[in-house]
Structures are given as structure tokens and as C-alpha cells.
């Protein structure tokens, strides 16, 4: 799976490196920024020195009876606008834009992607595995936050199990002038649809329409689950 590792803040004594060989790196006065894993799942650019976005994750849009996995030019025309507008995007991901001292992160509105945010001394840590939180602090689980996860109260929940970490998901923040500022996406699932008869099926065809890709179709033990 793809992922992003990083700082933002004050990278002036900053000596963080990446875990893993990455297949892109970007650093300036306000960012360090790695990203890598799986190179078809994994897209960055950079229009300036001091400025970049970089997307972890698949994306795909529906065009007439066929759907489409995004590209490098499709995501960077989705994100080429002041207000954003995910409500047509299915699939999983997490973005980061860096433009003008300001970092923004934007997961995807399902909450199948997540990132784990960490405040600092001078600055914010990020990461997509939150095995890599031990480069930033020492971990400590919070065990009433995942000890509720054992029980079917509360079991869908935005908190972390690690103390004095961020989970984002389901939501978009953003970083300016050392204050985290976070908006929740409150998406509901349409309940005054009716189903009609075949929905499924013509979804699982238009899913296997996808062209240049192979498709594998599973059940997991957890979302399909609840």
C-alpha cells in the first residue's frame, strides 16, 4: 500500500529521515516531506520549489455506465479549485497540498484512509502508518478509546488509540502558523433512496469495466461487517 510520511514546522534543526526507501521526497524551510510503496497507488507534483501535493491512495469516478481510476492529471484537476467537492469521487485516499506556508490534508469522505498527526515542539508530524508515530513520540495506547472499540458502543469512532495523536479521517485539516485546525465531514448515507432491483449487480459490472487494471473482488471482516 502507498503511504506519506512527514514534518511540517521549522525544519531548520529537523533531522527526520524516511523508514523506507520512498519513490518521492520534497523538503524546504517548512516541510519534509517522503512518500512511497506502491507506485501505481502513490502521485506527487511540485509546481514550484515551495510548493507540492502528493495523494496516497485510488480514486474512481463514474462516467456514463463505466467507472474511471484517476490519474496524475485527473486528481490534480479535482484539487485545481478553491472549493472542493468530493461527493462524486468513490475510492480511498489521503492528499496533501503544501502551497504558500500552508499544509491541507483531505481524506476521502468514507473514511477508508486515515493519517495520524502528532503536535511537536516547532512543528507537526504526519504519517499514514501509525507504526512510524515511534519516530516522532513514544507511543502510548489509550485504552479506554481502545478498550470501546471492544464493544459495539462507540465502535465507529474518529479518536486514536495512541495518546496525544490525531486521527483524521473522515475529515480535512489544516496546518498554518503552528494551529491545527480540523473540519469534520459529516456524510450520511441516503436514506430516502430506494433500492431497485440489479443495483448490486450493475454496480459489480461497472466496477469490472474498469480498463488496464485487474480486478479482485473480496468481503472483509470489518466494514461490510457492522
Same mark, same amino acid.
Given at each position: 500500500?502507498?503511504?506519506?510520511?512527514?514534518?511540517?514546522?521549522?525544519?531548520?534543526?529537523?533531522?527526520?529521515?524516511?523508514?523506507?526507501?520512498?519513490?518521492?521526497?520534497?523538503?524546504?524551510?517548512? =516541510?519534509?516531506?517522503?512518500?512511497?510503496?506502491?507506485?501505481?497507488?502513490?502521485?506527487?507534483?511540485?509546481?514550484?520549489?515551495?510548493?507540492?501535493?502528493?495523494? *496516497?491512495?485510488?480514486?474512481?469516478?463514474?462516467?456514463?455506465?463505466?467507472?474511471?481510476?484517476?490519474?496524475?492529471?485527473?486528481?490534480?484537476?479535482?484539487?485545481?479549485?478553491?472549493?472542493?467537492?468530493?461527493?462524486?469521487?468513490?475510492?480511498?485516499?489521503?492528499?496533501?497540498?503544501?502551497?504558500?506556508?500552508?499544509?491541507?490534508?483531505?481524506?476521502?469522505?468514507?473514511?477508508?484512509?486515515?493519517?495520524?498527526?502528532?503536535?511537536?515542539?516547532?512543528?507537526?508530524?504526519?504519517?499514514?502508518?501509525?507504526?512510524?508515530?515511534?519516530?516522532?513520540?513514544?507511543?502510548?495506547?489509550?485504552?479506554?478509546?481502545?478498550?470501546?472499540?471492544?464493544?459495539?458502543?462507540?465502535?465507529?469512532?474518529?479518536?486514536?488509540?495512541?495518546?496525544?495523536?490525531?486521527?483524521?479521517?473522515?475529515?480535512?485539516?489544516?496546518?498554518?502558523?503552528?494551529?491545527?485546525?480540523?473540519?469534520?465531514?459529516?456524510?450520511?448515507?441516503?436514506?430516502?433512496?430506494?433500492?431497485?432491483?440489479? *443495483?448490486?449487480?450493475?454496480?459489480?459490472?461497472? =466496477?469490472?469495466?474498469?480498463?488496464?487494471?485487474? =480486478?479482485?473482488?473480496?468481503?472483509?471482516?470489518?466494514?461490510?461487517?457492522?
Amino acid at each position: 500500500m502507498s503511504w506519506i510520511f512527514g514534518y511540517f514546522g521549522n525544519t531548520d534543526q529537523q533531522k527526520l529521515t524516511s523508514p523506507e526507501t520512498p519513490l518521492y521526497s520534497f523538503r524546504d524551510s517548512n =516541510i519534509i516531506l517522503f512518500a512511497g510503496g506502491n507506485q501505481q497507488t502513490i502521485f506527487f507534483k511540485s509546481n514550484s520549489l515551495n510548493s507540492c501535493w502528493c495523494l *496516497a491512495g485510488v480514486g474512481l469516478i463514474s462516467v456514463g455506465d463505466e467507472y474511471k481510476v484517476l490519474d496524475e492529471n485527473d486528481w490534480n484537476n479535482v484539487f485545481n479549485f478553491d472549493k472542493i467537492n468530493l461527493s462524486s469521487i468513490n475510492g480511498h485516499f489521503v492528499r496533501i497540498t503544501y502551497t504558500n506556508n500552508e499544509l491541507k490534508i483531505i481524506t476521502d469522505e468514507l473514511g477508508l484512509r486515515e493519517i495520524c498527526i502528532v503536535q511537536l515542539a516547532d512543528g507537526y508530524g504526519f504519517t499514514t502508518r501509525i507504526e512510524w508515530l515511534k519516530y516522532f513520540i513514544k507511543p502510548v495506547i489509550d485504552f479506554k478509546e481502545f478498550g470501546s472499540r471492544w464493544l459495539l458502543q462507540n465502535q465507529i469512532s474518529r479518536k486514536s488509540i495512541i495518546k496525544n495523536v490525531t486521527r483524521l479521517v473522515c475529515a480535512n485539516a489544516t496546518i498554518k502558523n503552528h494551529y491545527l485546525s480540523i473540519k469534520q465531514n459529516l456524510w450520511q448515507p441516503d436514506f430516502e433512496s430506494s433500492y431497485k432491483p440489479g *443495483a448490486v449487480d450493475s454496480a459489480i459490472k461497472k =466496477i469490472l469495466s474498469i480498463k488496464n487494471k485487474k =480486478i479482485l473482488l473480496s468481503l472483509s471482516g470489518g466494514l461490510d461487517s457492522r
